[in-house]
Antibody, heavy 125, light 106 residues
Framework: QVQLEESGPGLVKPSETLSLTCSVSSGSITSDYWSWIRQPPGKGLEWIGYISYSGTTDYNPSLKSRSTISLDTSKNQFSLRLSSVTAGDTAVYFC???????????????????WGQGTTVTVSS | SYDLTQPPSVSVSPGQTATITCSGD??????AYWYQQKSNQSPLLIIYEDNKRPSGIPERFSGSNSANIVTLTITGTQAMDEADYYCQAWHNNALVFGGGTKLTVL
């Protein structure tokens, strides 16, 4: 069973770049689709973006200009960088694996069937 | 931007049927997914592709998609089902969540 674990600094200063890593175990990063999602305190889920096994990315339009998701196949990890952070970026950050949806022979990301436990990131000076 | 609208809260008595709706433009033409999130836990996928249950999800959870409304139904609701529920769909290669519904089992 695939397992995911987020890691990274729990405290980031305003205007700096938030960097998180998701380590994938019992599965390969070179298959499937992988997402980052966040949840501000007391609020709902917000999708940040995803990366495919081939390195294709898509992002939430509201965060696209500040977000970068990348794969590290040698370490079986994928990462998130979110630049120019503010207090509004304070949240629990989750990584997740997507199911694969195949329609008319074309594969795409479906829902998210495996999640990490989440890591809390606070933006504060 | 694309929005999915859920009621903020739903209450149900134990053993009764809970219904949570999610509405959005042309939602009937998309696949919907549902997640359950209990307090201080990661979300759990409970319905995928409108009406399919992942392995291990109890049969009392079911989903449907009609026109612009998708519905999560919990038949014979149990106290352990008290949680936040989120719908999700894809729109123009972007993943969208509904605002979430807090289910209270009274």
């Amino acid at each position: 069973q695939v397992q995911l674990e987020e890691s990274g600094p729990g405290l980031v200063k305003p205007s700096e770049t938030l960097s998180l890593t998701c380590s994938v175990s019992s599965g390969s990063i070179t298959s499937d689709y992988w997402s980052w999602i966040r949840q501000p305190p007391g609020k709902g889920l917000e999708w940040i973006g995803y990366i495919s096994y081939s390195g294709t990315t898509d992002y939430n339009p509201s965060l696209k200009s500040r977000s970068t998701i990348s794969l590290d196949t040698s370490k079986n990890q994928f990462s998130l960088r979110l630049s120019s952070v503010t207090a509004g970026d304070t949240a629990v950050y989750f990584c997740a694996r997507h199911t694969t949806l195949t329609l008319f022979g074309v594969a795409s990301a479906g829902g998210m069937d495996v999640w990490g436990q989440g890591t809390t990131v606070t933006v504060s000076s | 931007s694309y929005d999915l609208t859920q009621p903020p809260s739903v209450s149900v008595s134990p053993g009764q049927t809970a219904t949570i709706t999610c509405s959005g433009d042309e939602l009937g033409a998309k696949f919907a997914y549902w997640y359950q999130q209990k307090s201080n836990q990661s979300p759990l996928l409970i319905i995928y592709e409108d009406n399919k249950r992942p392995s291990g999800i109890p049969e009392r959870f079911s989903g449907s998609n009609s026109a612009n409304i998708v519905t999560l139904t919990i038949t014979g609701t149990q106290a352990m089902d008290e949680a936040d529920y989120y719908c999700q769909a894809w729109h123009n290669n972007a993943l969208v969540f509904g605002g979430g519904t807090k289910l209270t089992v009274l």
